[in-house]
């Protein structure tokens, strides 16, 4: 399933903040990114210059998209004016958004980023409106009429305190809202070493906030690390539009920040921005996936080996362990005028079969690293142990167990461990007959790209696959 949400922010010319910093982490994240831009801002990484609003195209953005996308999620950054607020809480209304704001009107560069005033008609029109707020410790000391000059981690009531007023200010007070919120506060100093994060998250109106401390060693920084806001608060929207509950989607967007937090860009005249690039590793494994695709959708032939169920190519890190260090094609491989052909981009963290595959089958061999699954018929099996090199395990179904038939996720780590309980070198090939209400698979495993594509026209080659 393709996930997607929406950001409404400024541009950045950097790109370390506003929409091209959303984008990026939306992209990092595995969800498809639609952005709105309120606003052209003229800056660099250490310095702001100023901005133009585009809240008189803002509607028209909105309008285009919306009209065709069934969007619920959206990430709210930069706001110029009065005009934009307008705009932006009709379609919170109307569409019954999932908002998370991020209710910045100064940059961290100490310019503003809207209009004077604009702050009490952000917190009187649109807070109410938003599930998440994620202010920093000076806006909801701001916003809160709270002094947080000399807080410290001892005197959590008053952080308490702080963060329970925000949350009253989310909720509207003209009905009951029955909506899980929630307040978190960033980037609060406590001691020398520590920082921490203050998440304060309702299931209702009426029930009592729970509170849940994030904390983190504080990076000491000669110099201001642009965008971090934008990426914390586009990471929230992200696992929520992938099906996370609040907490969770709270909880992972500080663990993917906190990540991306320890590596950082240096850029000149004392700017820096989250490195959100891939790494070396990453982009090798998305070039290998690619190249067997490449291979695979330009041979018509080889479209007789996508299954009902249809294809994917997963690769994994070298020390893989998580869904998240395998690659695979978002939305698999179909057939398209007689070519296998990619439904989607090569991302990490959308597999999940064949993500678990690999993860079990490093456990035994750690050059393992992609796996794809091939269409099964009973005559290719003996030809290819017939006439092939390749080495051929199968699996039964029937001999699962039920246990790990009710036990969700693993049924593939069954697959390997049964098969590895009788070998000692992992084989080419495991293939099954299916079961009730699951199609037979044959499944290809390899140590490359390079690997699979030579096993690919070996199997071609015996099966006589051709266009005729």
């Known amino acids: 399933m393709q996930h997607f949400c929406l950001t409404i922010a400024g541009s950045d010319p950097s790109s370390g903040a506003g929409i091209q910093a959303d984008i990026r982490t939306f992209d990092r994240i595995g969800v498809h990114p639609f952005s709105v831009i309120t606003a052209l801002t003229y800056q660099s990484a250490s310095k702001f210059h100023g901005y133009k609003s585009l809240s008189n195209e803002l509607d028209s953005q909105l309008e285009a998209l919306?009209?065709?996308?069934?969007?619920?999620?959206?990430?709210?950054?930069?706001?110029?004016?009065?005009?934009?607020?307008?705009?932006?809480?009709?379609?919170?209304?109307?569409y019954n958004l999932c908002a998370v704001l991020d209710p910045v009107s100064i940059s961290s560069t100490g310019k503003r980023l809207s209009i004077r005033g604009i702050e009490e008609e952000l917190e009187s029109k649109l807070f109410p409106l938003v599930t998440v707020l994620t202010p920093n410790i000076?806006?909801?000391?701001?916003?809160?009429?709270i002094d947080m000059t000399d807080f410290k981690l001892n005197d959590i009531n008053k952080i308490k305190e702080c963060a329970t007023l925000l949350l009253k200010k989310i909720y509207p007070t003209e009905s009951i809202d029955s909506r899980e919120k929630a307040v978190i506060i960033k980037s609060v100093m406590t001691e020398k070493s520590t920082i921490c994060d203050i998440l304060c998250i309702s299931e209702d109106i009426n029930s009592k906030p729970k509170f849940h401390i994030f904390k983190k060693p504080k990076i000491f920084l000669d110099k201001n690390v642009h965008g971090s806001g934008c990426v914390f608060s586009?990471?929230?929207?992200?696992?929520?539009?992938?099906?996370?509950?609040?907490?969770?989607?709270?909880?992972?967007?500080?663990?993917?920040?906190?990540?991306?937090?320890?590596?950082?860009?240096?850029?000149p005249q004392q700017g820096a921005v989250i490195d959100l690039t891939i790494s070396n590793e990453r982009l090798g494994v998305v070039e290998?996936?690619?190249?067997?695709y490449s291979f695979l959708s330009s041979n018509k032939e080889l479209s007789q080996l996508i299954p009902e169920v249809r294809m994917n190519i997963s690769g994994a890190l070298s020390n893989a362990t998580e869904k998240k260090d395998i690659a695979a094609i978002e939305g698999r491989i179909t057939i398209i005028d007689d070519y296998p052909f990619a439904s989607g981009e090569v991302k990490f963290g959308v597999s999940d079969h064949?993500?678990?595959?690999?993860l079990e089958a490093k456990k035994y061999d750690k050059s393992i690293n992609f796996v794809m699954n091939l269409k099964y018929k009973e005559p290719w099996i003996s030809l290819l142990l017939e006439k092939s090199n390749l080495q051929l395990e199968e699996i039964k179904r029937e001999q699962q167990p039920k246990e790990?038939?009710?036990?969700?996720?693993?049924?593939?780590q069954w697959i390997i461990q049964k098969i590895m309980n009788q070998r000692v070198k992992f084989p080419d090939i495991i293939w099954d007959k299916g079961a009730i209400g699951k199609e037979p698979i044959i499944r290809l495993f390899g140590k490359n790209s390079k690997e699979i594509i030579e096993k690919l026209k070996m199997i071609s080659d015996v099966l006589k696959l051709s266009t005729d």
Do not use: C
Request: glycine share 2%; net charge neutral.
């Open 354 to 358: 064949t993500a678990r595959l690999i």
């Open 288 to 292: 290998q996936v690619k190249e067997i």
């Open 234 to 267: 586009s990471a929230i929207t992200a696992f929520l539009a992938k099906n996370f509950t609040l907490f969770e989607a709270i909880n992972s967007a500080e663990t993917f920040f906190d990540e991306k937090f320890q590596k950082y860009i240096e850029l």
């Open 404 to 412: 790990t038939k009710s036990k969700e996720e693993s049924t593939m």
């Open 66 to 94: 919306f009209e065709d996308y069934p969007i619920k999620y959206v990430k709210i950054g930069m706001i110029p004016d009065k005009k934009s607020i307008e705009i932006i809480t009709n379609y919170i209304k109307r």
């Open 138 to 145: 000076h806006e909801a000391a701001f916003y809160t009429n």
